[in-house]
């Protein structure tokens, strides 16, 4: 069955490092996302994209966030300057019909120190 | 705001019993939902999910009931298998993106 692959697996950085995030989406989706997860909270949403752009992001996707897709299969998340509280799981998504048919990847726990 | 959230944060229930997790909604406008299941240390995993149109969906051991009057969602899974602990979330798939209940973990005792 098709994946979402991300990597790494773990990152461990310290604040104010930047960090870049990366996910191969299914390579027949068109729709990409970045969720994240705080230790013991719910998954929040942080931005979509699609055609090449943010299709909507969330107040959590500040200035300090971006996201690119450099080629034709890998989808990224940067955070600039990392703050503790950037310290959760981040979690790629992809779809193929955009509203529907989500498949999540494993998740970056992200740690910043 | 709109949220979505769920009633337990932990259920018990014994292996080969029947569990029902349940969610509240509060977007009465919301068209579409989805079960997740999420096991330690990895991403969501779609379980099933249903149109606003349907009050029933059935898969493979699993049921999910939508009450639209009452805006409640719930996850039916039958003969519970020790496979089954994880936390599930239900979410509302709001255009564009999902919202997220808090989730529930369930634990299958043997």
């Known amino acids: 069955e098709p994946e979402v692959t991300q990597t790494p697996s773990h990152q461990v950085t310290q604040m104010g490092q930047e960090v870049i995030l990366r996910c191969v989406p299914i390579?027949?989706?068109?729709?990409f996302y970045w969720y994240r997860q705080i230790l013991g909270q719910k998954v929040e949403f942080l931005v979509s994209?699609?055609?090449?752009?943010?299709?909507?992001k969330s107040e959590i996707f500040d200035d300090q966030f971006s996201v690119e897709r450099p080629d034709g299969s890998n989808f990224t998340l940067k955070i600039r300057s990392t703050k503790l509280e950037d310290s959760a799981m981040y979690f790629c998504?992809?779809?193929?019909?955009?509203?529907?048919?989500?498949?999540f990847g494993s998740g970056t726990r992200l740690t910043v120190v | 705001g709109e949220s979505v959230g769920l009633h337990l944060p932990t259920l018990s229930v014994q292996e080969g019993d029947n569990s029902i997790i349940n969610c509240a909604y509060s977007?009465?406008?919301?068209?579409?939902f989805i079960w997740y299941k999420q096991e330690s240390g990895k991403g969501p995993q779609f379980i099933i999910d249903?149109?606003?149109?349907?009050d029933k969906r059935q898969g493979q051991r699993v049921t999910v009931l939508l009450n639209k009057t009452v805006k409640h969602l719930s996850l039916q899974i039958a003969a519970t298998q020790p496979g089954d602990s994880a936390v599930y979330f239900c979410?509302?798939?709001?255009?564009?993106?999902?919202?997220f209940g808090k989730g529930t973990k369930l634990s299958v005792k043997p």
């Open positions: 998504a992809s779809s193929a019909w955009g509203n529907y048919g989500y498949t």
């Open positions: 977007n009465s406008a919301s068209d579409y």
């Open positions: 249903i149109r606003s149109n349907m």
């Open positions: 390579s027949n989706h068109l729709y």
């Open positions: 979410a509302e798939n709001n255009p564009g993106n999902l919202i």
């Open positions: 994209f699609y055609n090449n752009e943010i299709s909507e």
